[in-house]
Protein backbone atom coordinates (compact mmCIF):
# COMPACT_ATOMS: atom_id res chain seq x y z
CA UNK A 1 0.00 0.00 0.00
CA UNK A 2 1.08 3.84 -0.60
CA UNK A 3 -0.38 7.07 -1.25
CA UNK A 4 -0.03 8.61 -4.51
CA UNK A 5 0.96 11.99 -4.30
CA UNK A 6 0.02 13.67 -7.70
CA UNK A 7 -3.12 11.76 -7.61
CA UNK A 8 -4.34 12.49 -4.11
CA UNK A 9 -5.33 9.03 -3.26
CA UNK A 10 -4.20 5.92 -1.40
CA UNK A 11 -3.01 2.78 -4.04
CA UNK A 12 -2.95 -0.77 -2.84
CA UNK A 13 -0.53 -2.86 -5.51
CA UNK A 14 -0.74 -6.36 -6.39
CA UNK A 15 2.53 -8.56 -7.88
CA UNK A 16 2.70 -11.53 -9.60
CA UNK A 17 5.54 -13.51 -11.74
CA UNK A 18 5.22 -14.99 -15.15
CA UNK A 19 6.94 -18.05 -15.64
CA UNK A 20 8.18 -19.38 -18.96
CA UNK A 21 8.14 -22.98 -19.76
CA UNK A 22 11.93 -23.47 -18.18
CA UNK A 23 10.49 -22.12 -14.55
CA UNK A 24 12.42 -18.43 -14.68
CA UNK A 25 11.07 -15.66 -14.14
CA UNK A 26 10.01 -13.46 -17.74
CA UNK A 27 7.85 -10.74 -16.71
CA UNK A 28 5.23 -9.58 -14.12
CA UNK A 29 1.89 -8.76 -13.45
CA UNK A 30 1.09 -5.35 -11.59
CA UNK A 31 -2.52 -4.35 -10.25
CA UNK A 32 -2.88 -1.30 -8.67
CA UNK A 33 -6.50 -0.66 -6.59
CA UNK A 34 -7.91 2.46 -5.36
CA UNK A 35 -8.51 1.84 -1.53
CA UNK A 36 -8.61 5.69 -1.13
CA UNK A 37 -12.08 5.31 0.86
CA UNK A 38 -11.31 2.58 2.65
CA UNK A 39 -8.27 3.87 4.18
CA UNK A 40 -10.92 7.29 4.68
CA UNK A 41 -13.08 4.70 6.16
CA UNK A 42 -10.65 3.26 8.52
CA UNK A 43 -9.56 6.69 9.76
CA UNK A 44 -12.92 8.25 10.41
CA UNK A 45 -13.65 4.60 12.62
CA UNK A 46 -10.52 5.35 14.52
CA UNK A 47 -11.65 8.99 15.03
CA UNK A 48 -15.21 7.34 16.15
CA UNK A 49 -13.57 5.11 18.46
CA UNK A 50 -11.57 7.93 19.92
CA UNK A 51 -14.75 10.26 20.38
CA UNK A 52 -16.31 7.54 22.68
CA UNK A 53 -13.02 7.62 24.98
CA UNK A 54 -13.04 10.76 25.13
CA UNK A 55 -16.81 10.67 26.36
CA UNK A 56 -15.64 8.34 29.08
CA UNK A 57 -13.19 10.64 29.98
CA UNK A 58 -15.60 13.45 30.01
CA UNK A 59 -17.54 11.75 32.30
CA UNK A 60 -14.68 10.52 34.83
CA UNK A 61 -13.46 14.49 34.88
CA UNK A 62 -17.22 15.47 35.20
CA UNK A 63 -17.53 12.75 38.43
CA UNK A 64 -14.28 14.28 40.00
CA UNK A 65 -15.04 18.08 39.60
CA UNK A 66 -18.70 17.39 41.08
CA UNK A 67 -17.87 16.90 44.79
CA UNK A 68 -15.29 19.77 45.06
CA UNK A 69 -17.87 22.51 43.65
CA UNK A 70 -20.62 20.77 45.63
CA UNK A 71 -18.80 21.68 48.62
CA UNK A 72 -17.58 25.32 47.74
CA UNK A 73 -21.39 25.76 46.97
CA UNK A 74 -22.67 24.46 50.09
CA UNK A 75 -19.91 26.77 52.32
CA UNK A 76 -20.64 30.24 50.09
CA UNK A 77 -24.31 29.18 51.05
CA UNK A 78 -23.43 29.02 54.97
CA UNK A 79 -21.38 32.40 54.80
CA UNK A 80 -24.24 33.99 53.25
CA UNK A 81 -26.10 33.34 56.03
CA UNK A 82 -23.94 34.55 58.50
CA UNK A 83 -23.26 38.65 59.65
CA UNK A 84 -20.38 39.54 57.65
CA UNK A 85 -19.19 42.64 55.98
CA UNK A 86 -20.97 43.47 52.80
CA UNK A 87 -18.13 43.94 50.95
CA UNK A 88 -16.79 39.96 51.46
CA UNK A 89 -20.84 39.18 51.33
CA UNK A 90 -21.10 40.43 48.10
CA UNK A 91 -17.61 38.76 46.94
CA UNK A 92 -19.02 35.23 48.51
CA UNK A 93 -21.99 35.81 46.34
CA UNK A 94 -19.48 36.28 43.40
CA UNK A 95 -18.15 32.67 44.74
CA UNK A 96 -21.84 31.40 44.99
CA UNK A 97 -22.86 32.27 41.63
CA UNK A 98 -19.63 31.20 39.14
CA UNK A 99 -19.88 27.99 41.46
CA UNK A 100 -23.26 27.51 40.50
CA UNK A 101 -22.68 28.35 36.41
CA UNK A 102 -19.47 25.68 36.59
CA UNK A 103 -21.64 23.14 38.35
CA UNK A 104 -24.54 23.61 35.28
CA UNK A 105 -21.29 23.02 32.97
CA UNK A 106 -20.71 19.82 34.89
CA UNK A 107 -24.26 18.37 34.44
CA UNK A 108 -24.62 19.29 31.19
CA UNK A 109 -21.51 17.29 30.58
CA UNK A 110 -22.47 14.80 32.61
CA UNK A 111 -25.51 14.59 30.13
CA UNK A 112 -24.24 14.07 26.93
CA UNK A 113 -21.10 11.51 28.48
CA UNK A 114 -23.66 9.32 29.86
CA UNK A 115 -25.48 6.75 28.01
CA UNK A 116 -29.16 6.71 27.97
CA UNK A 117 -31.89 4.24 26.95
CA UNK A 118 -34.49 5.83 25.31
CA UNK A 119 -36.98 6.81 26.62
CA UNK A 120 -40.28 8.75 25.13
CA UNK A 121 -41.76 11.36 27.41
CA UNK A 122 -43.82 14.38 26.82
CA UNK A 123 -41.45 16.99 25.96
CA UNK A 124 -41.26 20.93 24.30
CA UNK A 125 -39.29 21.47 21.57
CA UNK A 126 -38.05 24.73 22.59
CA UNK A 127 -36.85 24.10 25.88
CA UNK A 128 -34.70 21.09 23.85
CA UNK A 129 -33.41 23.65 21.34
CA UNK A 130 -32.72 26.69 24.65
CA UNK A 131 -30.90 23.24 26.51
CA UNK A 132 -28.56 22.97 23.22
CA UNK A 133 -28.16 26.57 22.81
CA UNK A 134 -26.91 26.70 26.55
CA UNK A 135 -24.58 24.18 25.63
CA UNK A 136 -22.79 25.86 23.08
CA UNK A 137 -22.96 29.61 24.82
CA UNK A 138 -19.40 29.73 25.34
CA UNK A 139 -18.32 28.21 21.91
CA UNK A 140 -20.51 31.02 20.28
CA UNK A 141 -19.62 33.84 22.04
CA UNK A 142 -15.75 33.12 21.18
CA UNK A 143 -16.25 32.41 17.75
CA UNK A 144 -18.87 35.84 17.19
CA UNK A 145 -21.62 33.10 16.39
CA UNK A 146 -24.64 35.35 16.89
CA UNK A 147 -28.08 33.44 17.38
CA UNK A 148 -31.59 34.61 16.29
CA UNK A 149 -34.21 32.73 17.66
CA UNK A 150 -37.98 32.69 16.30
CA UNK A 151 -39.60 30.57 18.95
CA UNK A 152 -43.70 29.41 18.51
CA UNK A 153 -45.28 30.21 21.67
CA UNK A 154 -48.36 27.72 20.51
CA UNK A 155 -46.16 24.29 20.31
CA UNK A 156 -48.05 21.72 22.01
CA UNK A 157 -45.56 18.88 23.42
CA UNK A 158 -44.79 15.74 21.80
CA UNK A 159 -43.75 12.31 22.98
CA UNK A 160 -40.13 11.47 21.94
CA UNK A 161 -36.96 10.79 23.82
CA UNK A 162 -35.38 14.09 25.10
CA UNK A 163 -32.34 13.41 25.39
CA UNK A 164 -32.29 11.77 21.64
CA UNK A 165 -33.54 15.32 20.31
CA UNK A 166 -31.13 16.65 22.18
CA UNK A 167 -28.48 14.76 20.27
CA UNK A 168 -30.09 15.55 16.93
CA UNK A 169 -29.94 19.57 17.86
CA UNK A 170 -26.48 19.66 19.09
CA UNK A 171 -25.31 17.98 15.76
CA UNK A 172 -27.21 20.57 13.45
CA UNK A 173 -26.24 23.41 15.48
CA UNK A 174 -22.54 22.35 16.07
CA UNK A 175 -21.92 21.56 11.89
CA UNK A 176 -23.73 25.42 11.08
CA UNK A 177 -21.03 26.49 13.46
CA UNK A 178 -17.70 24.65 11.98
CA UNK A 179 -18.72 25.75 7.98
CA UNK A 180 -19.63 29.45 8.93
CA UNK A 181 -16.37 29.79 10.91
CA UNK A 182 -14.50 27.72 8.32
CA UNK A 183 -16.12 29.73 5.70
CA UNK A 184 -15.61 33.90 7.36
CA UNK A 185 -14.72 33.34 10.74
CA UNK A 186 -18.20 34.64 11.90
CA UNK A 187 -21.89 33.53 11.22
CA UNK A 188 -25.41 34.12 12.18
CA UNK A 189 -27.53 30.83 12.78
CA UNK A 190 -31.35 31.70 12.88
CA UNK A 191 -33.54 28.80 14.57
CA UNK A 192 -37.65 28.97 13.80
CA UNK A 193 -40.03 26.95 15.44
CA UNK A 194 -43.37 26.50 14.46
CA UNK A 195 -46.49 24.50 14.35
CA UNK A 196 -47.93 24.12 10.60
CA UNK A 197 -51.19 21.83 11.16
CA UNK A 198 -50.25 18.38 13.64
CA UNK A 199 -46.79 18.82 12.65
CA UNK A 200 -44.22 20.61 14.40
CA UNK A 201 -41.12 22.11 12.31
CA UNK A 202 -38.05 23.11 13.43
CA UNK A 203 -35.98 24.88 10.91
CA UNK A 204 -31.88 25.81 11.18
CA UNK A 205 -30.79 28.20 9.10
CA UNK A 206 -26.74 29.54 8.51
CA UNK A 207 -24.87 32.24 6.61
CA UNK A 208 -22.22 29.66 5.88
CA UNK A 209 -21.37 28.40 3.02
CA UNK A 210 -24.21 25.58 1.87
CA UNK A 211 -24.24 22.24 0.57
CA UNK A 212 -22.95 21.52 -2.96
CA UNK A 213 -25.55 19.64 -4.83
CA UNK A 214 -23.74 16.80 -5.32
CA UNK A 215 -23.61 16.66 -1.61
CA UNK A 216 -27.54 16.75 -1.15
CA UNK A 217 -28.16 12.96 -1.59
CA UNK A 218 -25.81 11.44 0.36
CA UNK A 219 -25.83 13.91 3.67
CA UNK A 220 -27.51 11.17 5.86
CA UNK A 221 -25.21 8.05 4.44
CA UNK A 222 -23.05 6.34 6.88
CA UNK A 223 -19.42 8.23 7.08
CA UNK A 224 -20.17 10.79 4.41
CA UNK A 225 -18.51 14.16 5.52
CA UNK A 226 -17.32 17.21 3.63
CA UNK A 227 -15.09 18.00 6.49
CA UNK A 228 -11.29 17.55 6.46
CA UNK A 229 -10.01 13.52 7.86
CA UNK A 230 -10.17 13.76 11.41
CA UNK A 231 -12.68 17.09 12.24
CA UNK A 232 -15.97 15.03 11.14
CA UNK A 233 -16.31 11.01 11.50
CA UNK A 234 -19.51 11.12 8.91
CA UNK A 235 -21.67 10.09 11.33
CA UNK A 236 -23.52 12.28 12.85
CA UNK A 237 -26.01 13.30 10.44
CA UNK A 238 -26.73 9.64 10.21
CA UNK A 239 -27.10 8.71 13.63
CA UNK A 240 -29.54 11.97 13.43
CA UNK A 241 -31.64 10.55 10.80
CA UNK A 242 -32.11 7.32 12.52
CA UNK A 243 -33.03 8.83 15.64
CA UNK A 244 -35.42 11.10 13.77
CA UNK A 245 -36.81 8.03 11.98
CA UNK A 246 -37.33 6.48 15.53
CA UNK A 247 -39.30 9.15 16.80
CA UNK A 248 -41.64 9.66 13.72
CA UNK A 249 -40.28 12.29 12.58
CA UNK A 250 -38.40 13.76 9.10
CA UNK A 251 -35.11 15.59 8.74
CA UNK A 252 -34.55 16.90 5.44
Known sequence: EFFEPHLGIHLEVATSPIFDDKGEVVASVHIARDITERKRMEERLIVTDRLASIGELASGIAHEMNNPLTGVIGFAQ???????????????????????????VVRNLLTFARKHEPVKQLVNINSIIEKVLELRAYEQRVSN???????ATDLPEIMADYFQLQQVFLNIVINAEYFMIEAHQRGTLTITTERAGDIIRASFADDGPGISEGSLGHLFDPFFTTKEVGK??????SICHGIINKQGGRIY
Open 78 to 104: LLLAKDIPDDVKEDVKIIYSEAQRTAQ
Open 232 to 237: GTGLGL
Open 145 to 151: IQINTHF
